[in-house]
């Protein structure tokens, strides 16, 4: 799993940021992938967590032709938002000592599935997986060449 601690940034003023190094085998159900590099940079926004920068990967896929497995390898730029709860927005301004009864906001918990969890943490499997999805091919070859089964 890939979760990194955003406490520091949740709490920090709009513009903090940090930048973390992917190294590691994302657990992504339904998609066997190999090792996985990248740089992210991760920054504050006024309701999220903007993560940027460039994954390395290799996808083992199914030739549309042989349907050989074979690794097909990626390589693709994030570029993402790990939305801040409102729970978690509110107790921070109240720790800072403002009060928070007026503020009505539009929480994303619901409506999206990246969201800095209640230990504010952001786990990239997630976003990790919804980009290798996105840059399947849609008819993946082994090889340009390949023939099929005759």
Known sequence: ????????????????????????????????????????????????????????????????????????????????????SNALKYSNLEQMGYYTDEVEEEDHDEDDTLVVDEHMQVDLDELIRQYVLMNIPMKPLCDPNCKGTV
Do not use: W
Request: hydrophobic share 35%.
């Open 1 to 84: 799993m890939q979760k990194y601690n955003v406490s520091q940034l949740v709490k920090g003023v709009i513009g903090t940021s940090k930048e973390v190094v992917v190294d590691g085998q994302p657990d992504c159900e339904g998609l066997e992938l190999a090792k996985t590099t990248g740089k992210l940079k991760l920054t504050k926004t006024i309701s999220s967590i903007l993560v940027k920068g460039h994954i390395e990967t290799k996808v083992v896929l199914e030739c549309a032709r042989c349907l050989k497995r074979f690794e097909y390898d990626m390589k693709f730029d994030v570029e993402d938002e790990f939305y801040i």
